[in-house]
């Protein structure tokens, strides 16, 4: 028996909503970054975070804090609306 409940896979176990959320968010990040031609150094230059964090939060292991998310949003160009949808689009 399938089922199709939101938030619950073909085999009954339910996956994270905010792990998907992370994952999204990291794949904008990045795709945004590489747009305007930003190493993570870069960025996280910008964003007063070190590399490390910007690797995290690209492979959607962490989300960035409200506070870091304008900042992130500011450094690439990009409103934040846009970048952190919480909706996919």
């Known amino acids: 028996m ?4 939101a938030g619950v896979t073909r ?4 996956e994270d909503p905010s792990k998907r ?4 968010w990291g794949s904008n990040i990045a795709a ?7 190493s993570r150094a870069d960025l ?6 070190t590399e490390a964090a910007v690797g995290m939060w690209e492979r959607g292991e962490t989300a960035p804090r409200w506070h870091l998310q304008l900042r992130i949003a500011q450094a ?3 409103p934040h609306s846009v970048l952190f949808a919480v909706e996919a689009a």
């Open 32 to 38: 945004a970054r590489e747009l305007r031609g930003m």
């Open 44 to 49: 996280a230059a910008a964003v007063d975070v």
């Open 76 to 78: 690439v160009c990009s």
């Open 21 to 24: 959320l992370k994952q999204r």
């Open 2 to 5: 399938q089922l199709v409940n």
């Open 11 to 14: 085999i009954g176990i339910e």
